[in-house]
């Protein structure tokens, strides 16, 4: 079982906010964000301080996709520095600087900088996002394209990233990360959703890359309430068991 609790409270309406999101199960109470956010008269920029989940990519809720893990932008990391965004009608733009820790204590004098812009329509939605973390373990780049489209009764998402890494012998590894997934509206309240992952971890080295394919049903039986029956399979290097597992679980969410 895992719970959360949000606050959102307005200092100045429209103007001035503090977000809390702390985590309160399983184990000890984690702190995932905190931070306070500006607003401008016109609500077309905004400035947040504090702990935030970096802007990076589609927000999938599944942290476990290889988009969201290899690339370390998940709900599991977030970080602390300030983040300046603008948004206007289709356009989102976010901008941060950040410690590069992690939301750990500050570990050397490198910056991590992150860049999310997207576009969105009615039916449509498509951006790319820019990371640069510089550290004294290793500075590492990434970079990505993601987008949605509707298509009918089916809405599809998709991202690529590229994840550059310096390596302690000076030289630079490339890995690839991608998504592709397609959600279908059977009825109100179901969704199937079938979804294909790809890793490669080092573009140099032969078959070294992993798969993961995923069928989930999701039932929403009244508002704030949520099942999800799902299989994954996993394929990838024949000799590491884990990279080639079988997975089945059943999910409660509420949210209140």
């Known amino acids: 079982a895992k719970g959360s609790l949000y606050l959102n409270a307005q200092i100045i309406p429209n103007r001035l906010s503090v977000y809390v999101d702390q985590q309160i199960a399983p184990g000890s109470s984690i702190n995932r964000e905190a931070y306070v956010r500006l607003n401008s008269r016109s609500q077309k920029f905004f400035l947040t301080a504090g702990q935030f989940f970096l802007p990076y990519g589609l927000r999938l809720q599944d942290d476990t996709a290889f988009i969201r893990l290899t690339t370390g932008m998940n709900f599991t990391v ?56 510089n550290a004294d373990v290793g500075d590492r780049q990434m970079q990505n394209v993601f987008f949605g489209i509707r298509t009918g ?4 998402l998709a991202e690529a990233d590229l994840i550059i ?46 798969a993961r394919y995923s069928l989930i049903w999701e039932y929403t039986p009244i508002q704030f309430l949520q099942t999800r029956i799902g299989a994954r399979i996993y394929d990838g290097v024949p000799q590491v068991d884990v990279q080639n597992r079988d997975e089945y679980f059943v999910e409660l969410h509420g949210f209140f």
């Open 165 to 210: 890494d310096d390596l302690p012998n000076g030289t630079e590894r490339d890995a690839i990360a991608t998504l592709l997934e397609a959600n279908w509206m059977l009825g109100t309240g179901h969704n199937i959703k079938l979804s294909y992952d790809y890793f490669d971890p080092d573009d140099e080295a032969s078959e070294d890359h992993q």
């Open 153 to 156: 009764p089916i809405i599809w």
């Open 78 to 133: 977030p970080d602390r520095g300030i983040q300046l965004g603008y948004e206007s009608g289709p356009l989102l733009t976010q901008l941060s600087v950040t410690n590069g820790s992690g939301g750990g204590s500050e570990t050397d004098q490198g910056k991590q900088v992150s860049l999310l812009a997207s576009y969105v329509r009615p039916n449509w939605r498509a951006g790319l996002s820019f990371n640069a973390n």
